[in-house]
């Protein structure tokens, strides 16, 4: 009468052959790799070339490697030995990087999971280890949104100057005023000139009148709700963009850079010990700089010859072929607004579209009349080193300020060229709000003393549960092993970053979810002390104990998300496993113990007495014909 | 084995008030500490900076001291941290401190003192931005949590045990509060989580009670109130019992072998679970009879039922 359908059983033992097989990768250690990854922004690294390549070097340095694995953004080479590791790696280095003072990848030195290969392929990797666990640095940047605007506004006072003279339109004067822009007039007529005119030049700005006189009339001009969250996106995706450029050179193993709130950026460097230096990377600044291609015929081949004319520069274009480009730099990268990867309003090819401000676009209008035919380069510089990003050729004479690169484009490379102009124009200014460091030898023992505390308190609990319900209780023991499987399984899957409060919130939900199955074996001593039989017991006991363990999981699970809600840091990676952990104690609790109970007695018919431990009831001396094997005290 | 046998519910209710008074009286002791004493609140809410180093040997911390208030930094807290060869120095913020580097000037100080070399542990620097915002979101989880419990367990049972069981529990966190204010234990980001877990968990204990009230009172009509409350606690204390001493025993386990940085997150947990079983059970109970809870409450009257026949 207690059993499972059959379909039931297997489910449940589906489930966890799935736990066993996503908590394995967890057993097996870390072995050391080399991790080799594009160090240029303007480097789009092709897995399948270097993958190839890596082997190649290798095999020619004689250095055995225990496998390669790729994915879209690193190769990566397992190692028998660090002592391995360490030669492969410089041999690497050396094949891939020819010139050292200019490397084009990061080859650094990491720890992989020495799982098999099979279940690296079906995405079973060990859990993801937060810094407080592996050692690292932990920094949170805010960008300056205020300090943007300010900005942005200065940039539209300026503006507004230069149409005013365009436009013809007298004023008495043009400032910036907190977060407006103030223009002042003498007579209304004006006023209504300019506010047409501004109004036909842009829709960012939202005006409004304010007299302060017959003589005083001012239009005070505000960025629209809509063009200061556009300002801040920009802002914020250009600091991401360009901090990644700027941590590849690190050769940080797995950095992470993630956008947090509406105006912070979290960088996590995991192994990284020198935070001197790291804060000294992230703080530096790129630059854009726009100049002409000199194109006289013979110039360029004079030039690879290794006689560079003077004036001119000889830099790579994006793609390979050599290009000559004049010193004199035509507009930076201050007088780029936005960049925005999109398609040509004719032809529909992929472009990218810029923004200059007004004085960017009338230098621009002015280079670019006298120029039409010839070639201009827009040049990336950091670390005093320039790349071409891209050198369109002019093909008329733009005014405005809005300029669109197309042609020989795939949409991919319209989206990286975007990306890589925003990357070099002056982001927004940035502040370290947070910084967390953590040596290696701490992380090691964070992660023991989080192991022995859930190990031992398991054990306690499963010898006294066995003690105190005998069959019930090993079964219960089981029941929390395979909650703690599912839970750690789970955590792998979801690649979420373990810390040490998380490893805490494991041990917890462990000593929390117990109750549950103390719930149902009290249940089933209580029926059993009331006269029912065996079997009915059992049945009882699940069913009515079902109700009571729903709503206490449920207040939990309400705290639980409470602070997954408001939490961050620590308490956050507290939160994800506590929560996790409920849901799959509410699985093994209920589902996985009763199975196990039914394959005890659910076949047969007629049953003695449970080894639930000693039933006691009110009125009889000893043991109740109903106990089990300890009849005793 | 059996621990508890029990021939007769036993009379809690009778000593409902000695328990309510008991309660109270804890409670404002532990208001009277909190607004006294305050709470020993960690970096991550104050904002500063905390380096933390190890030695080889036991360092003289005066020398450290010295050095660092030449640095510039006279307003340094150097303490033992653990033991005698790990060191923790806290620096507050202050306006005119340039945050960004006074991490790297504290090692580099440390190591220029004489005597053993100091390895870096770890650093943690809060801006002050960051500190008031994790304090109200705090609160935020906190009221979040509140409301969540009082409008779930009001779905499923009443009102008036939501608002029993959220006193009870509230009435926990304030003690776990007092008893950090009072022993000046240092209040951080885990302790708070630690505090939000045992407000969810021991409402736990308030819901399994509160489910053999229900139960009691559908299938035994001829009880009163106070026995019905004294039938459901009674033949629910073996579970509560056992389930709290099995996650006591895994708290015990993390006080033990879980180092420093668990230590306070373990001792909330330990000052909570034991409140708890004793909140839930004989504040929230007594709550429940003076709120006027009854039988009416949860048998449905007949008379809906004629009508809905006719």
Redesign the interface.
């Known amino acids: 009468m207690n059993r499972y359908p059959l379909w039931k059983n297997l489910l449940i033992g589906l489930v966890l052959l799935w736990g066993l097989i996503y908590t394995l990768p967890n057993f097996y250690g870390e072995v050391p790799a080399v991790q080799v990854s594009s160090a240029k922004a303007t480097l789009k690294l092709e897995p399948a070339a270097v993958t190839d390549r890596v082997a190649g070097v290798l095999k020619e340095a004689g250095i055995e490697h225990a496998g390669i694995f790729s994915d879209t953004n690193s190769v990566r080479a397992r190692f028998a030995s660090t002592d391995l590791q360490l030669r492969a790696k410089d041999a690497i280095e050396r094949a891939l990087n020819p010139n050292a003072q200019d490397p084009s990848y990061v080859v650094a030195l990491n720890l992989l999971s020495a799982s098999p290969a099979w279940l690296t392929s079906i995405h079973a990797l060990p859990m993801y280890l937060g810094l407080d666990l592996r050692g690292g640095v932990h920094f949170l940047l805010q960008v300056d949104m205020p300090g943007a605007l300010t900005k942005r506004l200065d940039a539209t006072t300026g503006d507004l100057r230069t149409l005013m003279r365009d436009k013809s339109v007298r004023h008495a004067g043009i400032t910036r005023e907190g977060s407006t822009v103030v223009v002042r007039f003498r007579d209304a007529e004006q006023r209504e000139a300019a506010r047409r005119a501004i109004q036909g030049a842009t829709a960012d700005l939202q005006l409004a009148d304010r007299d302060d006189g017959v003589e005083d009339l001012k239009l005070v001009a505000t960025l629209t709700a809509q063009a200061q969250q556009t300002m801040r996106d920009f802002a914020i995706k250009q600091n991401i963009s360009t901090l990644h450029n700027r941590i590849n050179e690190l050769g940080v193993a797995e950095p992470v850079i993630q956008q947090q709130g509406a105006d912070r950026i979290v960088v996590q460097l995991p192994g990284v010990q020198d935070v001197a230096k790291a804060k000294d990377i992230l703080g530096r600044t790129a630059t854009l700089e726009v100049r002409m291609v000199d194109d006289t015929p013979g110039l360029l081949e004079q030039a690879l010859a290794g006689n560079v004319p003077f004036g001119t520069e000889l830099y790579n274009e994006r793609g390979g072929s050599p290009l000559l480009v004049k010193k004199q730099v035509v507009l930076t990268g201050d007088r780029l607004t936005d960049a925005q990867p999109g398609f040509d309003g004719q032809t529909n090819e992929p472009a990218v579209h810029l923004t200059l401000d007004a004085a960017g676009a009338r230098i621009f209008r002015d280079v670019t009349r006298e120029s039409i035919g010839k070639r201009m380069a827009i040049l990336l510089i950091e670390k005093g080193k320039g790349e071409v990003v891209t050198a369109p050729v002019i093909r008329s004479e733009i005014g405005g300020g809005r300029v669109q690169i197309s042609g020989r484009m795939t949409t991919t490379e319209a989206n990286d060229v975007a990306l890589l102009l925003r990357a070099g124009s002056l982001a927004a200014p940035m502040e370290i709000i947070e910084e967390r460091t953590v040596g290696p030898s701490l992380g090691a023992e964070n992660i023991a003393k989080g192991f022995h505390s859930t190990l031992w308190g398991f054990v306690a609990i499963a010898v006294f549960m066995t003690a105190y319900y005998m069959l019930f209780g090993l079964v219960s023991s089981v029941a929390l092993a395979a909650n703690l499987l599912l839970l750690v399984a789970l955590l792998s899957l979801l690649q979420a970053t373990l810390t040490l409060p998380g490893i805490a919130a494991m041990a917890l939900t462990l000593g929390m979810a117990i109750d549950a199955n103390v719930l149902i074996n009290e249940r089933i001593r209580e029926e059993l002390r009331n006269g029912a039989t065996p079997q009915a017991a059992i049945a009882a006991g699940y069913d009515r104990a079902f109700d009571t363990i729903l709503d206490s999981n449920i207040t939990t699970l309400i705290a639980g998300v409470a602070l997954l809600v408001f939490g961050s840091g620590p308490v956050r990676g507290f939160a994800v496993v506590h929560c996790l952990g409920i849901l799959t104690s509410m699985f093994s609790a209920i589902l996985v113990s009763r199975m196990l109970i039914n394959f005890v007695y659910g076949r047969r018919r007629k049953i003695e007495s449970l080894a639930i431990g000693q039933v006691w009831k009110p009125g009889t001396q000893a043991g109740s014909p109903a106990a089990g094997k300890s009849g005793g005290n | 084995?059996?621990f508890f046998?029990i021939?007769k519910d036993i009379p809690f209710m009778r000593h409902a008030l000695v328990f309510n008074v008991i309660s109270l009286v804890t409670f404002l002791l532990a208001v009277f500490f909190l607004a006294t004493r305050g709470l020993h609140l960690s970096v991550?809410f104050t904002g500063g900076t905390l380096v933390?180093v190890?030695y080889a040997e036991a360092p003289q911390l005066e020398p450290i001291r010295e050095a660092l208030a030449a640095q510039g930094y006279p307003d340094a807290q150097v303490q033992n941290f653990g033991s005698a060869r790990d060191l923790l120095v806290r620096l507050p913020n202050r306006d005119d401190l340039d945050?960004?580097?006074v991490?790297?000037k504290v090692m580099s100080t440390l190591k220029g003192v004489a005597g053993p070399v100091p390895?870096?542990?770890?650093?943690?620097?809060?801006?002050p931005?960051?500190g008031k915002e994790?304090a109200s979101?705090?609160a935020?989880?906190?009221l979040?949590?509140i409301v969540?419990?009082v409008v779930?367990?009001a779905l499923?049972f009443e009102w008036r045990f939501a608002v029993s069981a959220i006193i009870a529990n509230l009435h926990d966190v304030i003690i776990i509060l007092g008893f950090f204010a009072f022993f000046q234990w240092e209040f951080s980001?885990?302790v708070?989580?630690a505090v939000?877990?045992v407000?969810?968990?021991s409402?736990?204990e308030s819901?399994?009670v509160f489910?053999r009230v229900r139960e009691t009172f559908k299938k035994k009509r001829n009880l009163t109130t106070p026995q019905v409350l004294d039938h459901a606690i009674t033949?629910?204390i073996?579970?509560t019992i056992?389930?709290h001493?099995?996650?006591?025993?895994?708290?015990?386990?993390?006080l033990?072998?879980?180092?420093e940085?668990?230590h306070y997150?373990?001792m909330a947990?330990t000052i909570g679970i034991c409140f708890g079983i004793y909140s839930s059970v004989l504040v929230a109970s007594p709550l429940v009879m003076w709120l006027g809870a009854s039988r009416e409450q949860f048998v449905k009257p007949k008379k809906e039922k004629e009508e809905a026949v006719v």
């Open positions: 084995m059996e046998r021939k991550e933390e190890t945050t960004t580097g991490s790297e390895e870096l542990r770890r650093v943690e620097f809060v801006g931005q960051v994790l979101d705090g935020m989880a906190l979040l949590v969540g419990i779930y367990l499923r980001l885990a708070l989580a939000l877990a407000l969810g968990y409402v736990n819901v399994v489910d033949s629910t073996s579970r056992i389930t001493g099995s996650t006591q025993v895994m708290v015990l386990s993390m033990l072998f879980g180092g940085t668990l997150f373990a947990l």
